[in-house]
């Protein structure tokens, strides 16, 4: 099961200041690949994220959150 950007955004939040998803890429083989913008949950920061499709956007979410905070 994968998971769509805008369920992948809903998950970060849908204020200005929530992390934006600005490029999906799509599944390849078992992960996906996201472009996000850090906006206030990781100021200065924008990463390509890679994800494991299987997971929920929950669990997603906070796999970008994570991989965008860090240094």
Do not use: H
Not at 9 to 26: C, I, Y
């Amino acid at each position: 099961m994968s998971i769509t950007g805008a369920q992948l955004q809903t998950a970060l939040g849908t204020t200005e200041n929530d992390a934006k998803v600005t490029q999906e890429f799509g599944v390849t083989g078992t992960e996906q690949n996201w472009y996000v913008v850090g906006n206030l949950d990781a100021p200065g920061r924008d990463r390509l994220v890679t994800t494991t499709a299987a997971d929920d956007a929950a669990t997603q979410a906070a796999a970008v959150l994570v991989a965008l905070r860090a240094s």
